[in-house]
């Protein structure tokens, strides 16, 4: 039982280039969060999926398009990468918190994808 | 416009010692508060929470006290170790399944 894992670790891009990040869960989670972490922001959310083949915007997505073909993957893309996205990118995944039999929704993170944009 | 704020960027204890960790939030819809933990290179890790009709929840060392008239709560850790040096992060939740998080405090306990 890997939890969530993150391809790749490391990246580092030059202005204009593309790139696609992977997340993967083994946890049958219905909802998927990408989220990017800033110093002095902490952690806000780009966009998420409550379910295969949905998606939606979360508080920073401009300049990210994702896309969940499968429940077990969600994928995170940069079409033309800018020097402001330069950040550590962490993608989480959850059950819904009725369905866990709790009200509160504990998300479980993947180790995250340190990424410099040039 | 950040709804959750941690004003303490960082916080230095003594090992045994209380660490008392601050958050303040704006949003009255939050019916829900989360405390992670974040280690150098690794995701966040879910630590504990507390629901917005309760004002105490406790588990083991950590204990988490809300005051929703002041909008405010606080992580107590008791007492502080070693390897609770961390990054944690204070969040809220007013939907099912969308966080709301604060910048983060450091901790580091101090031989």
């Known amino acids: 039982n890997a939890g969530v894992t993150q391809t790749p670790k490391f990246r580092v891009l030059k202005t204009g280039q593309s790139m696609t990040l992977l997340c993967a869960q083994d946890?049958?989670?219905?909802?998927m969060y990408w989220y990017r972490q800033d110093p002095g922001m902490g952690l806000r959310l780009i966009h998420y999926s409550v379910g295969e083949g949905t998606t939606a915007k979360g508080e920073v997505p401009d300049g990210y398009n994702v896309s969940r073909l499968k429940k077990q993957n969600f994928l995170l893309g940069l079409e033309s990468a800018a020097p402001s996205q330069t950040s550590v990118y962490f993608c989480?995944?959850?059950?819904?918190?009725?369905?866990?039999?709790?009200?509160?929704?504990?998300?479980?993170f993947g180790p995250g994808t340190r990424l410099t944009v040039l | 416009d950040q709804q959750v704020k941690q004003n303490s960027p960082s916080l230095s204890v003594q090992e045994g010692r209380i660490s008392i960790l601050n958050c303040d939030y704006t949003?009255?819809?939050?019916?829900?508060f989360l405390w992670y933990k974040k280690y150098p290179a690794e995701g966040p890790t879910f630590l504990i929470s507390i629901s917005s009709i309760k004002d105490k929840n406790e588990d083991g060392r950590f204990t988490v006290f809300l005051n929703k008239s002041a909008k405010h709560l606080s992580l107590h850790i008791v007492p502080s170790q070693p390897g609770d040096s961390a990054v944690y992060f204070c969040a809220a939740s007013v939907e099912d399944y969308k966080l709301s998080f604060g910048a983060g405090t450091t901790v580091t306990v101090r031989a």
């Open positions: 989480a995944s959850s059950y819904s918190a009725s369905l866990a039999g709790h009200s509160y929704n504990e998300q479980f």
């Open positions: 949003n009255s819809m939050f019916d829900y």
């Open positions: 946890m049958n989670h219905e909802y």
